[in-house]
């Protein structure tokens, strides 16, 4: 069946450590997306790419780095300038960016700073 | 720049009764499309339902419906025949010209026996 798949489901992080969230899609949809969920917060866009080798910039972006290499894969980076990375991480694919496009969601990696 | 406003935090509704969620939404552009997503406890967004704004007719998708008031600005989602099993967190979402989704803040929605 096709999906998204995000690992690890729980990530534990020291602080000043980075530390990689994996998403994989094999959904063939050119546009993946990353969000951060806070409580009360609803989801805000970390970044998004279109294609392959392409990426921009969403509203909290600071602190992220992610790279698409290939079309299956976005993972995301959180280092250690992101000053409070503790939040609920979700990752979505789709067709394409605009109006008619939905996304499909990954089941998401809570990450918690110790 | 985009905004959905979700103004109710929680809500309880008996089983089998139905129940509406508010949205209203905020764009100058004249294309976009409105989105549903359930957020059970588990974490994972499910796409419910899909309204895009030059579409005359409601949208409906089994027990969801979308009642579109275009006027308005306000896209709630409303729910027929509750269940237990659709206790979770509803998210409104909108998209305009090639602009990525944006959320709401959500609204809790506990289903009683």
């Known amino acids: 069946d096709g999906g998204i798949t995000q690992s690890p489901k729980y990530l534990f992080r020291k602080e000043g450590q980075n530390v990689t969230l994996s998403c994989e899609q094999n959904?063939?949809?050119?546009?993946m997306y990353w969000y951060r969920q806070d409580p009360g917060q609803g989801l805000r866009l970390i970044y998004y790419s279109q294609i392959v080798n392409d990426f921009q910039k969403g509203d909290i972006a600071e602190g992220y780095s992610v790279s698409r290499e290939k079309k299956e894969s976005f993972p995301l980076t959180v280092t250690s300038a992101q000053k409070n990375p503790t939040a609920f991480y979700l990752c979505?694919?789709?067709?394409?960016?605009?109006?008619?496009?939905?996304?499909?969601f990954g089941s998401g990696t809570r990450l918690t700073v110790v | 720049a985009q905004k959905i406003t979700q103004t109710q935090p929680g809500m309880f509704v008996q089983e089998k009764e139905a129940v509406t969620l508010d949205c209203t939404y905020d764009?100058?552009?004249?294309?976009?499309?409105l989105f549903w997503y359930k957020q059970p406890s588990s974490g994972e967004m499910i796409f419910l339902i899909y309204?895009?704004?030059?579409?005359?007719q409601n949208a409906t998708e089994g027990r969801y419906s979308l009642n579109f008031q275009k006027a308005r600005k306000s896209a709630n989602l409303v729910i027929s025949a509750s269940q237990l099993g659709d206790s979770a967190m509803y998210f409104c979402?909108?998209?305009?010209?090639?602009?990525?989704?944006?959320f709401g803040k959500g609204t809790m929605l506990l289903v009683s026996p």
């Open positions: 309204q895009g704004s030059y579409d005359e």
């Open positions: 979402a909108m998209s305009s010209g090639y602009s990525t989704l944006t």
């Open positions: 979505a694919s789709g067709r394409g960016t605009g109006r008619n496009y939905g996304y499909t």
């Open positions: 764009t100058s552009d004249q294309s976009y499309g």
């Open positions: 959904l063939n949809h050119d546009a």
